[in-house]
C-alpha cells in the first residue's frame, strides 16, 4: 500500500513542544496554557504570532519529540512492502526550507520513507495524484477531505481535535494493527 503520513502531532508532539514556547514568548502562565489547551487556531490569532513562528517554528520542528513506537512501525511497515510518503502542509511562509527541515529530521531519527511532499495545502489532491490507499493525519479537515475522495483515513487523537466522526487512532501500534486488518 502507499501509506500517507503527516508529520506535526502524527509522528511527532509538535503541539507539546510549541506551547511552552508560547509560554515563553508572551510571557503566560505555563500551568494555564497546559490547562486550557488552546487549538492551533487560537494560538494563530494571537497578536505577533508571525514573529513567533519565524523565531520559533525551525526550532520547535527540529527537538519536536517523536511519539511512541513509530520509528519501529514504519520501519516494520515498510520491511512488508508499503511505501511511506510523507504530506505536510510546512510551507515556504514558516521555513525557509520546508523539505531541507523535514528531511534532516526524518533523516536524524532514523524515520524510514520513499517520499516527503511539503506545503501540502490540498492534501486531498495529492493523495490523489500519488495513489494513497491510507492516509494517517490528526487534522479533521485533512482527514475528511481525503475521506471524501474514497480513501481510507486515520486521524491520530489530538489534545483538541476530537469531536469528528473519523476513524481514530492514538498509538503507532493501534496504526499497525489497522494496517494488518486492511488485508482481511
Ligand atoms: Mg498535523
Known sequence: MNIAIDIDDTITNTYETMVPMIALFYDKDL?????????????????RFKEFSDQCYETIASIAPLKNGVVDILQRLKN??????????????EFKNPYQTCYDYLTKNQIPFDKLIVNASNK??????EHIDLFIDDSTKHCQAV???????????SVFENNSKLNKVTTWEEVYHQVQNMYI
Open 31 to 47: 500551568n494555564k496554557l497546559l490547562h486550557n489547551k488552546p487549538s492551533y487556531k487560537e494560538l494563530y490569532a494571537l497578536p
Open 80 to 93: 512488508e512492502g508499503h511505501k511511506i510518503i510523507f504530506i505536510t502542509s510546512r510551507n515556504n511562509q
Open 124 to 129: 486531498a489532491e495529492i493523495c490523489l495524484k
Open 147 to 157: 475521506s471524501k475522495k474514497g480513501i481510507t483515513t486515520l486521524q491520530f487523537n
